[in-house]
Nanobody, 115 residues
Framework: QVQLVESGGDLVQVGGSLRLSCAAS????????MGWYRQAPGAQRTMVAT???????NYADSVKGRFAISRDNAKNTVHLQMNNLKPEDTAVYYC?????????WGQGTQVTVSS
């Protein structure tokens, strides 16, 4: 079992930046995979970025070159740096962890990009 708590969501203007953080309640060192998903109103939850225990990253095409995921095993946190934000990035962002192939989710943090 693990609790994931997201923070950093906010209202930002087009072209702005935000840094989301996900704090885990225990060591993430052996978590197979961690990542961020997002869900806009009326839409399905979709993958934004993931990072493996070996720090291999994967990004949705829509965020490549703008977002960067990182993990800090010493602080049990995962971050998502989001730059050049667009209105279509507006969504609730959820932290995700796969531990022994079991999924865990945070409660989500709202990101709103206004034009």
């Amino acid at each position: 079992q693990v609790q994931l708590v997201e923070s950093g969501g906010d209202l930002v203007q087009v072209g702005g930046s935000l840094r989301l953080s996900c704090a885990a309640s225990r060591s993430i060192f052996n978590f197979n995979l961690m990542g961020w998903y997002r869900q806009a109103p009326g839409a399905q939850r979709t993958m934004v970025a993931t990072i493996t225990s070996g720090s291999t990253t994967n990004y949705a095409d829509s965020v490549k070159g703008r977002f960067a995921i990182s993990r800090d095993n010493a602080k049990n946190t995962v971050h998502l740096q989001m730059n050049n934000l667009k209105p279509e990035d507006t969504a609730v962002y959820y932290c995700y962890a796969s531990i022994n192939y079991s999924p865990y989710w945070g409660q989500g943090t709202q990101v709103t990009v206004s034009s």
